[in-house]
């Protein structure tokens, strides 16, 4: 056995060990100013994140990194690596961050006196997890990105610590999450066991190598693929395994329920593309039908839609039906990660792109109104397009991207990822059921609308007069008019975000027939 | 590694033997008190195997801190240590049920794969002599990287616990 220091390319992760340290600077500025500068904080947040998307882009196109055309490559021997889905999901993680943190000025100002450095410097150290996660190639280091990623949450899900469902959500979503974690290891073990390697390039290789000699290693694959599913299903509220979801986001600090689900869930779609898609693609081989976890996955996806669109009409608390919503779009994101040709993964990258600016800025509308009439109640929406016009706007054209209304990002995202299901499904016939997951796709995507434009309804079209007037810090304003351009610039000119997608999918080997 | 000796079934009567005690007795001190023995067989087991860092890891974490916390808390919490509460499992029914469906397929798969799978690889390295110095040289080489990470995955959890525990003054 050899061992040798590896190459570090610290450049590479130059953007996390930024990030990292600028959060130990928000824990150590707010103490320094003896918590007395209110907004100080999150605005200094703010910046590390924007600082941080810029190295990021420098990094990208290979400004920072010595002797190379871009950002691309390994470092710390092969435990980091960076490529186009790294590099992509990272500005997804920045931006829910910035914009969960600028959606949170109202709550810090009135709620969270004593550790607003806290709050945000885990909201960053999180980032920081996520981050690493869509970096890591190789199991371990996967599984502690994975942790990082919650363990800042499990804090901020019960950070009203005076607030009854405040506690219990993050208590909830503590014992969740360590369940599914342990059973997510215990299905690692699995695939380590058979590999005898954690590095996912050379187990997939491995695998297949077991596979070609023993073929009954099926049974310990199927136990594993199992675990592993159920473990990410948690982690993405997936039905059957979604039912914390609503009462945490209902508990949670709004901006951190929206953090939970845009932030989270594409850090648990990374885990599943990179184990999944990429780990166990040999097992997609026809001559090896019964490891097939595609339909485990089409199942679960269907459920997803069916429980999540339905479930969320009956809703009357906003953030609830949200919460219910959120679980839909994983549905329909997981049609885009079973198609498995060139088209899949873009989609899903386009979709959770789509998909940050709508929901979070959804969430945004909702903290916002929360903070000034401390009702998450559907009813207390009535006639307030009167009072607040913008506001009621803003959220409306959020509801409806997330319903999928042309030309938001919205439509467009459902038609890439059902766009993608089809051509798997004529390419292939062996994937015919996926004209099935498309068809309840759209089935459901029409009973979503019923309870997306019932707020709408709501706001625009009750006679009452709505008692609140709603006036706005800068840094919501900053997140409303983000999500906002972001849902229409690239509902409308989407080829950038398009290209970058593609890459994904070319980084994982789908090359175009 | 050969057949198993005497010790191993001990260490797995005991295990079983004390892991039934933890879910059935009555009074929850005991409870305790028969989790760290299960605690210590399982280590044995590891030693056995030939990992005796996982052996030591087990005996610190388990019943160094986790067991021992446990019966603080138990102590600590005037109600739990009393004769008078006598804990009770309304689904035990449901509990015996999905634990013999998963003891059963766990035996199944493992009769499956010491035959099918496991038997027949080989192992082609030699099983290092002192495991804890290689697991050492590789935590500070090949697996650097996750081992700085969970140092911060530490300090984020340190931070939210005092946050958490914390008693406010306002």
Redesign the interface.
Known sequence: ?E????DYNLWLMLPELFL?VWALLV?TFDLVTKRKKESAVGYSALLGLLLTGLILALVWTGVLVPGKANGYGS???N??YNDAMALFFKIIFLGAAFMAIGSSFGITRQKI???RG?FY??IL??T??MM?LSSSN?L??LY??L??TT??L??LA??F?DNKLSVEA?MKYFVIGAFSSALLLYGLSFLY??SGTTEIVQMKINLGL?HAT?R??G??LI?GVVMMVAGIGFKLALPPFHQWAPDVYEGSPTPIAAFLSVGSKAAGLVAFAKIFVNGLIVFYDPLQAPNDWGTLVGVIAVLAMVIGNVVAIRQSNIKRMLAYSSIAQAGYIMIGMVSLNEHGLASVGYYIFAYMFANMGAFAAVAIFEDKTGSCQIESYRGLAKSSPFLSVTLAVFLLSLAGIPPLAGFLAKYKVFAAAISMATADADYSWLYWLVGVGLLTAVFSLFYYANVIKQMFFSTEDSPYKIKFALPSLVVLLMGLVGVFWFGIFPEPVLDLASDISAAFGFLPR | MGEPGIVFWILSIVILVSGFMVVSLKNIFHCALFLILCLFSVAGIFILLGAEFLAAAQVLIYVGAVAILMIFAIMLTSNLASEKIQQSNENVLVGFFVCVTFAISAVMLLAKTYEGVWGRMTITEPLPSQNIATLGKYLMTKFMLPFEVVSVLLLAAMIGAIVLARKESA
């Open positions: 056995m061992f040798k220091l590896p990292f824990f470092g710390f021997g435990m980091f006196v004593n550790h806290e410097g885990l150290l999180s920081v997890g690493f190789e371990l280091s502690i990105g942790e990082l363990i800042p499990f804090v019960a950070f610590k993050g066991g058979l077991v023993i009954d290693i049974v310990i136990m």
